[in-house]
């Protein structure tokens, strides 16, 4: 996870290698007090000789400041074909 701070990305959690992000992709965010959890995982089988250290499950926590506004965003960048994006749902709980 990464914070952009006028222009700069700050590492939020040390870097992961996933194949998550493939077809059958779950994402989970939440807040809980001072931290942004993330959990992320797919059900897609990865290819056999896939190099051990990429993972199908991640579980990251970052320390965040906490803030009353909130909200939700996506950014789409125009990639189609094999690598387009998705969403086949999306929930957003406020409480």
Avoid: F
Wanted: proline share 5%; net charge positive.
């Amino acid at each position: 996870m990464v914070r952009y701070d006028h222009g700069k990305i700050i590492p939020l959690t040390t870097p992961i290698t996933s194949a998550c992000y493939r077809t059958s992709c779950l994402i989970l965010l939440r807040t809980m007090g001072t931290s942004l959890i993330a959990h992320a995982e797919t059900t897609a089988e990865l290819p056999i000789d896939i190099d051990a250290n990429i993972k199908k499950t991640v579980d990251l926590r970052a320390v965040i400041v906490p803030n009353s506004w909130g909200g939700i965003g996506i950014q789409h960048t125009g990639s189609n074909g094999p690598s387009a994006t998705m969403l086949h749902q999306l929930d957003v709980i406020w409480k």
